[in-house]
């Protein structure tokens, strides 16, 4: 029986006009510009300001640049999967929501939580319909509107986040291009070490919530960082190993972008060079499930038919993994 293999066929994406410097951060908490480059790599971050548009707006708007660049409409989804932290509402998924709003009246649409590692974990789960033959066409979005969720007044974590969105759209593979591997790993982080303690079933919104500032973000950054550093790195070898890929023919690494020495820990481990890193984190900060997306789109007119790519992130949860994908579009 023949296996079928999904591939990305065109990738969109949106990024709020708003540019929220280290500059800025300066004058709302106690940091500064030289703490926040040499610790994170970020230099700006951008902040969706409308009260009206939150992560579907974001994932909808990058869903409709994919499908125009392919020319494919939007009653051809099958599916729609939206990888975020963020969502406008606890329910309706958002992915429903992006569903509306473009006009994919063919589509299913449901919502993954994987944190930082939503859009791998999205990419896979989206893979595998069409690996099994259940969908021949399937947006995969990761989007985040981490202001939503950050304490403006915590320089802990603030001054690491951003907003972002960015989509694929995944159909058959007709020749050997695709996605050919994925390992995802995840362990349950009892020790609340990345999360937001209010708002879900445990504790739902109270006055005490809000008082507590407990619908924020909160993170143990640095067991975070020793966390990240090494799960990010050591199944970006594993995909290697187990696919026999030696460095050289390793053409990018397109990581999650949380921070910059996790970034080059992660390329050092490889073996990879600097200029086959994919880096946009002095730009946009860490957009959660926008940042491998993000970066997809940027790269997109510098990656060529047939190339070897890892893509590899580390989130909240704890999730991590990593994706072998050759480049598909010509
Ligand atoms: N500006 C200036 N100083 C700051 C600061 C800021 N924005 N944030 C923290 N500091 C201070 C701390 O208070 C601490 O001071 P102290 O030594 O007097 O206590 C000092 O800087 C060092 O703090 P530490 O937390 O050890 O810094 P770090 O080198 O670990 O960097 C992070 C902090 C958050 C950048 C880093 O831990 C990190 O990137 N963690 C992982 C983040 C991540 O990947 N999250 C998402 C998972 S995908």
Not at 114 to 128: D, E, Q, R, V
Not at 319 to 326: E, Q
Request: proline share 3%; charged share 25%; net charge negative.
């Amino acid at each position: 029986m023949d296996v079928k293999r999904a591939k990305i066929t065109a990738v969109g994406h949106y990024l709020p006009e708003h540019r929220l410097t280290n500059h800025d951060l300066e004058k709302m908490v106690d940091t500064n510009d030289e703490w926040i480059r040499t610790r994170t790599g970020i230099e700006e971050r951008r902040i969706l300001k409308d009260k009206d548009k939150a992560t579907a707006f974001m994932s909808a708007e990058a869903a409709k640049e994919a499908l125009e660049s392919k020319g494919v409409s939007p009653e051809e989804i099958d599916l729609i999967i939206v990888g975020t932290v963020t969502p406008d509402y606890l329910f309706p998924s958002t992915a429903c929501l992006v569903q509306e709003k473009i006009g994919a009246t063919n589509a299913f649409a449901f919502d993954l939580s994987a944190a930082c590692s939503g859009f791998l974990y999205a990419l896979s789960t989206g893979a595998m319909y069409i690996e099994s033959g259940r969908a021949k066409k399937v947006l995969i979005i990761g989007a985040d509107k981490m202001s939503s969720i950050l304490d403006f007044t915590d320089r802990s974590t603030c001054i690491l986040f951003g907003d972002g969105a960015g989509a694929v759209l995944l159909e058959e593979s007709e020749d050997e291009t695709g996605i050919i591997d994925y390992i995802h790993h995840s362990e349950g982080d009892t020790n609340c070490s990345l999360y937001q303690p209010a708002g879900g079933s445990l504790n739902p919104a109270s006055k005490e919530t809000v008082e507590n500032m407990e619908h924020f973000v909160r993170q143990d950054g640095r067991s975070v960082f020793k966390k990240a550093t090494m799960g990010m790195a050591d199944v970006s070898l594993e995909i290697m190993e187990k696919n026999k890929l030696d460095p050289e023919d390793v053409a990018w690494l397109v990581p999650h972008q949380a921070n910059l020495r996790i970034i080059d820990a992660t390329a050092r481990r490889m073996g990879l060079s600097n200029e086959k890193v994919m880096i946009n984190i002095n730009k946009y900060g860490n957009t959660t499930a926008g940042t491998i997306p993000l970066c997809l789109y940027d790269w997109k007119e510098q990656l060529n038919y047939g190339e070897n790519i890892i893509l590899a992130a580390f989130g909240g949860g704890f999730t991590w993994g990593a994706t072998y994908l050759k480049w598909g579009i010509k």
